[in-house]
């Protein structure tokens, strides 16, 4: 198994434009969301998905859009890049199922600049 | 609120030293998970260990042990003989709720760990 891959591992942008960071898991994970880690902050979350059809927002949705086709992957949209964008983003998928024992697989994430 | 605090932004401890990383929690629910990740300077997020609500025991893996005060609601990283490999960010992270593989895991700002040689 792969894990949960991210592509690119690198961006670079120029403020108002636009990128779809990938993200795909092998593992058959129900829930998969995404993160972005910036200096002092630790992780926020940015969206979540718990199957396909179905995504949710998190503490900083404002900027960025989902959508989960299938189970298996789950872009991040960056409609208009800005600045304030720049960080790096972490793609995590998860097991559905009862009790909170399941840990969240992160992939290696992506470092984006805009500027 | 802040769901997750980790008062420590860095620590130094001697190689072969034990420390504990601080990490205080809020929820109003009565089932959910704690967890710790680290993340060493190369990025990736590593998890490390995990500790439910209802576990009476506090959780051990290898020379990581989770010292599990409900009551004060923390939840504290025990590294025993500390190695230099140990140096990293430690993140503290909560789900809440009885089905809680669909619910977000939520992190605090994370304590960055210095082992000395």
């Known amino acids: 198994n792969a894990g949960v891959t991210q592509t690119p591992k690198f961006q670079v942008l120029k403020t108002g434009q636009s990128m779809t960071l990938q993200c795909a898991q092998d593992?058959?994970?129900?829930?998969m969301s995404w993160y972005r880690q910036d200096p002092g902050m630790g992780l926020r979350l940015i969206h979540y998905s718990v199957g396909a059809g179905i995504t949710d927002q998190g503490e900083v949705p404002n900027g960025y859009n989902v959508s989960r086709s299938t189970t298996e992957d789950f872009p991040l949209r960056l409609l208009s890049a800005a600045p304030s964008q720049t960080s790096v983003y972490f793609c995590?998928?998860?097991?559905f199922g009862g009790g909170s024992s399941y840990e969240q697989y992160f992939g290696p994430g992506t470092r984006l600049t805009v500027t | 609120a802040q769901k997750i605090t980790q008062t420590q932004p860095g620590m130094f401890v001697q190689e072969k030293e034990a420390v504990t990383l601080d990490c205080t929690y809020d929820?109003?629910?009565?089932?959910?998970?704690l967890f710790w990740y680290k993340q060493p300077s190369s990025g990736e997020m590593i998890f490390l260990i995990y500790q439910g609500s209802y576990d009476e025991q506090n959780a051990t893996e290898g020379r990581y042990s989770l010292n599990f005060q409900k009551a004060r609601k923390s939840a504290n990283l025990v590294i025993s003989a500390s190695q230099l490999g140990d140096s990293a960010m430690y993140f503290c992270a909560m789900r809440e709720g009885p089905n809680s593989g669909n619910t977000p895991l939520v992190f605090g700002k994370g304590t960055r760990l210095s082992v000395i040689a």
């Open positions: 593992m058959n994970h129900e829930y």
């Open positions: 995590a998928s998860s097991p």
């Open positions: 929820t109003s629910d009565q089932s959910y998970g």
